[in-house]
């Protein structure tokens, strides 16, 4: 019996593939945004350091939104001489936020403007023009980022309301130090595949204005 060879699939072939799984991606988190929680511990009080500490490692991971921003800022910050001010910036923002939370200030239409957040660095991303690389316009990514963080801090500090200050500080130094890592590991990621060709990027910047505008619907219609 005469065995036909395998034909290899085409780099076009590869790159609508690709495509397609990231610009489905969305719909299927959707279905999934019941089930994501917004604290690591199940809705049990932080009690201890060790439960601060992991309940900040997975709080910007588990938090769909809050992921999608964080990669998206290590993303946006590829190709850029100063790019790392832009997560570091977010960050030290959110640090901030958290505290705006503990102290009790209001924040006014906290899951909506997290949400346009997300929807807008993903219409950034995957914007035909990509935005200059220069200093300029990294310090305006960074003041955006600035502005972001407090709000996804701000939502941060809802898991640790009336926590011990030991099991806080843990919990910041949890989800600074995952932000950081994911932001940055996306940067380094995009800056060694990316070095050239920017529809990869504009691949990710669809795949999260998805997230983004999946979570402004469902803050709109709550």
Known sequence: MRHLPLSKPSPIAIVRSVRAALLTLPVALLTALPALAHHA??????????EGFMSGLAHPVIGLDHCAFVVASGLVAARRPWGVVVPVAFAIAALAGTGLHLQAVDLPLLEGTIALSVLAIGVLLAWPQPLKSGLGPTVALAIAAIVAGIFHGYAYGEAV????????????????????????????????????????????????AGIGAAYLASALGA
């Open 41 to 50: 511990m199940g809705g049990r009080p932080i009690a201890t350091g060790y």
């Open 161 to 208: 309301v009336g926590v011990e200050v030991a099991p806080i500080a843990f919990y910041l130094s949890g989800f600074t130090l995952v932000q950081l890592a994911i932001a940055l590991g996306a940067r380094t990621l995009a800056n060694r595949l990316t070095p050239e060709n920017a529809m990869p990027l504009r691949y990710a910047g669809f795949a999260i």
